[in-house]
């Protein structure tokens, strides 16, 4: 199957075609704060390296969180429109898991920490099977990271820690965890990123699994109230 995937969710977008398991493009782009617009030229720019037209596809994956309460809804929307006028099924992703599947070399377990700001942290525990599957250990879940860490005590393999939190709270994570706490190098620059590719890939093999089209159901990964809905609630 031919497939685009869209990430939005975190300060990079993402962008990715792949024609079954072969990634074809994958590119990200600054987004933060107010890019979402540069997303649809970015699409438009895969389609010509590629040299497909969008009536090529049969498949959309779009990241749906947790991450920007806009961003998320920027590449849902794009995704919908995209899906619903070529008349092809969508699937969502969690952002989570397609930061963890960055990783598919490592033999245990991937641990994504994204900073949702105030000492918390959304996070979620994966597994690495064949294939490119991944088993789900820890749903997507905003807490301290006092009680991620101690939580994850209790694990007896060495976890590897990915994403914007994991940079930001290393010292942290470290500091409670000891050697079991495993964290990415980066080059000065880079980003912590789902990648288009591997959101298309995991979408994939979504739609195999349940084929069951989500472009009237998928809905955005919020895990926390947004700062509107609080002052809406304190009657502000």
Not at 89 to 105: D, H, I, K, Q, Y
Not at 131 to 155: C, D, F, H, M, Y
Not at 178 to 198: K, L, S, W
Request: a neutral charge; proline letters at 7%.
């Amino acid at each position: 199957m031919r497939v685009l995937g869209i990430d939005t969710s975190l300060p990079t977008g993402t962008v990715g075609l792949i024609d079954g398991g072969h990634i074809l493009y994958e590119k990200g782009i600054p987004i933060r704060p107010g890019g979402g617009e540069r997303i649809p030229a970015l699409i438009d720019k895969a389609f010509q390296v590629v040299g497909w037209r969008p009536e090529y596809l049969d498949l959309v994956a779009v990241g749906r969180g947790p991450g920007s309460y806009t961003g998320i809804r920027v590449g849902l929307a794009i995704g919908k429109g995209i899906a619903y006028s070529l008349g092809i099924p969508l699937v969502g992703v969690s952002t989570l898991l397609a930061l963890a599947a960055n990783n598919p070399g490592w033999p245990g377990l991937v641990c994504p920490v994204l900073d949702a700001r105030r000492g918390m942290v959304y996070t979620a525990l994966y597994l690495h099977k064949e294939q490119g599957n991944w088993v789900e250990l820890r749903p997507p879940e905003l807490g301290p990271l006092a009680e991620l860490t101690a939580e994850l005590k209790k694990e007896k393999t060495p976890l590897l820690f990915v994403g914007d939190g994991a940079r930001l709270y290393r010292e942290e994570i470290a500091t409670a965890l000891g050697p079991a706490a495993v964290f990415q190098d980066r080059e000065e620059g880079e980003t912590d990123q789902a990648n288009g590719g591997v959101v298309a890939f995991l979408g994939l093999l979504r739609w195999q699994e349940k084929r069951k089209d989500e472009l009237f159901t998928c809905l955005p990964l919020y895990l926390q109230r947004t700062e509107a809905e609080i002052r809406w609630g304190k009657g502000e």
